[in-house]
């Protein structure tokens, strides 16, 4: 399997607070990673960190072996390559769903509505969104913003997904509809990051998972090990909590 | 069949709109009564509210007001485009665009900072006294120009309100499908920003209608001076009341437009 992402000791403090203490992360092409952890325990910094949402301080990320998180790098073209989704969906309020997919491809690509629309369509029919393209934001559930939120990212075919804890700003009955979605994208051999909360799901497609802790990947491995066998007491402390 | 609780409703409503109807009748009775007896009241009413003078006057001054309507007009969306672009150069964040934002900064400060009529005296009175030629030399342009120069500084801060107040995570998303800064701004943030702040720039436009007025000091005859001429003609106020009139009929129903937009706003947000 060829290796796509790599995290080299990556570190991260707003002001005095330290939140990513030295992140080392490998992720081959169409893995799938989850991160666990507390809330805090450096998840979220870490994916915007990815996505060059955040300046790392130190260390280096690479993509495809190139590093990208050089100092003065134009972020724009990266950006591109990696989608990222958020847990309050972000959605753009003033525009319809379909204006929200367009939008990036329109002004990064050039491509006009036209030449998008086979495409755009197909996303939209794919997860089940067909009949609310036209919807404005407020006027769909949040299973079905999140679901226009993931479009919206791949619509910019992106090479990698982050994902961050897509699931946890959604009531309990909506959150399946989801999660098909992210089963999808992997059979499609999509390479992800996720931060999730959720550990069923989390066991049941991870390739590795990683436990955070205090801004260090504490224990990392296969999913059954983790959730199986985990060998660091705090591992264990917090799955006991969660589970 | 109305249910207790309906039943009680209804007739509490009754009684406070029984009493509220009440307690209005009384308060006008008792003014319309007690404004009479004052001492200057006859002299008051001959000299502000003659009748047969408001009548003469009336048609020459809505004559006049087109004129502050038009002067409205064209600043109207001067001010919406220089304010806009003058809130855009406050929020430059580039290093080679801090001149710019150093500019932003400034104009507002200086323009908010002198009442709108020494604004108005200074390039409606100085500006033509360059000795330029026609129509360079008209009042209509540089008393225009003051009021644009003016309230696009406030409208601009309005704008930057706006611009601030779109949360952070609108910017980031944005900024995480590979867009540019300026299409951020231009597609995400503005468009929201915009519609955020329209009921205050209405408040703004409604100020303007009436801050048209103050070009009447260097030249131009429109509604208030027309009105100071007729007061000087029949020595009589009741011109002045005439053009308020005027006035009211125009701002009152745009501030209860800008009320409503801004309510339905708030029931929007909540």
Not at chain 1, 58 to 64: A, F, K, S, T, V
Not at chain 1, 80 to 100: C, D, K, W, Y
Not at chain 1, 167 to 189: F, H, I, M, N, Y
Request: aromatic share 8%; charged share 20%; proline share 5%.
């Amino acid at each position: 399997m060829n290796e796509k992402l790599r995290l080299k000791n990556v570190h991260k403090s707003f002001g005095a607070q330290k939140v990513c203490h030295g992140i080392d992360l490998t992720v081959n092409e169409g893995e799938t990673i989850c991160l666990i952890g507390a809330s805090g325990s450096g998840k979220s910094t870490l994916l915007r960190c990815i996505n060059l949402l955040e300046d790392i301080d130190e260390g280096m990320i690479l993509l495809d072996g190139a590093d990208i998180s050089k100092p003065g790098l134009d972020p724009q073209p990266v950006r591109q390559r990696i989608g990222i989704v958020f847990q309050s969906f972000n959605l753009f309020p003033h525009m319809t769903a379909v204006e929200n997919v367009m939008l990036a491809p329109r002004r990064v690509h050039g491509l006009s509505r036209a030449e998008l629309r086979p495409r755009v369509e197909t996303l939209f029919e794919r997860f089940g969104l067909a009949d609310r393209m036209q919807s404005y934001p407020d006027q769909l559930s949040g299973g079905q913003q999140q679901r226009v939120a993931i479009v919206r990212a791949l619509a910019m075919e992106p090479e990698i997904m982050l994902l961050d804890e897509i699931t946890s700003a959604l009531d309990p009955e909506l959150v399946g509809e989801v999660l098909d979605v992210l089963r999808q994208l992997r059979q499609q051999g999509m390479t992800m990051i996720l931060a999730t909360h959720e550990m069923k799901f989390a066991r049941e497609v991870a390739d590795k998972v990683c436990f955070l802790d205090k801004g260090v990947i504490l224990e990392e491995g296969p999913a059954e090990q983790i959730f199986g066998a985990p060998e660091k007491n705090r591992t264990r402390d917090f799955l006991r909590r969660v589970l | 069949m109305l249910t207790p609780r309906q039943d009680y409703n209804r007739r509490a409503r009754r009684r406070s709109i029984f009493i509220a109807a009440a307690s209005t009748a009384a308060a006008i009775s008792l003014l319309l009564l007690l404004i009479p007896l004052s001492p200057g009241w006859a002299a008051v009413q001959k000299s502000f509210f003659n009748a047969e003078i408001f009548a003469k006057s009336f048609p020459v001054l809505l004559r006049a007001f087109v004129l502050d309507v038009a002067i409205f007009l064209w600043c109207a969306p001067l001010i919406a485009l220089w304010g806009l672009a003058i809130a855009l150069c406050r929020d430059a964040r580039a290093p080679a665009l801090y001149p710019l934002r150093l500019f932003g900064a400034l104009y507002t400060d200086v323009f908010r900072g002198v009442p709108v009529i020494l604004i108005v005296y200074l390039i409606g009175f100085g500006v033509p006294g360059l000795g330029l030629p026609r129509p360079w030399n008209s009042p209509y342009i540089w008393g225009s120009l003051a009021l644009i120069l003016t309230y696009s500084a406030y409208v601009a801060e309005i704008f930057r309100s706006g611009i601030d107040s779109v949360h952070a995570s609108q910017r980031s998303a944005a900024a995480s499908l590979g867009l540019s800064d300026w299409h951020v701004m231009r597609d995400v943030v503005l468009p929201q920003a915009v519609r955020r702040v329209a009921p205050a720039n209405m408040n703004m436009l409604i100020a303007l209608q009436k801050d048209v007025a103050l070009l009447s000091f260097i030249g131009p005859v429109e509604i208030l001076r027309q009105a100071g001429v007729y007061k000087s003609l029949y020595a009589n106020f009741t011109p002045y009341v005439a053009a308020a009139v005027i006035f009211l009929v125009v701002t009152i129903p745009a501030t209860r437009f800008a009320d409503r937009m801004l309510a339905r706003q708030q029931k929007q947000r909540s």
